[in-house]
């Protein structure tokens, strides 16, 4: 998911995709363990993703409500 993708959602929507992209990591991790995971990389690109989430829903204001008052 591009970082302008991710700016356009409303901080509920990026939240429920930081709660899959979370539960994907815990079945990447989970695979990996059990050896059945073609590309092992697919976890550290899954982690910068959640990582890049988190920033924009920390940059975002409290409500969308404040950014149409401005």
Do not use: W
């Not at 899954?46 to 989430?53: P, Q, S």
């Amino acid at each position: 998911m591009k970082v302008a993708e991710i700016k356009e959602l409303n901080k509920e929507e990026l939240l429920k995709k930081i709660q899959t992209a979370l539960q994907e990591l815990d079945e990447l991790k989970f695979k990996h363990s059990l050896n059945q995971l073609e590309n092992p990389l697919m976890i550290r690109n899954l982690r910068k993703e959640i990582a890049r989430m988190n920033t924009i829903f920390t940059e975002k204001p409290i409500s969308d409500q404040d950014k149409a008052e401005k």
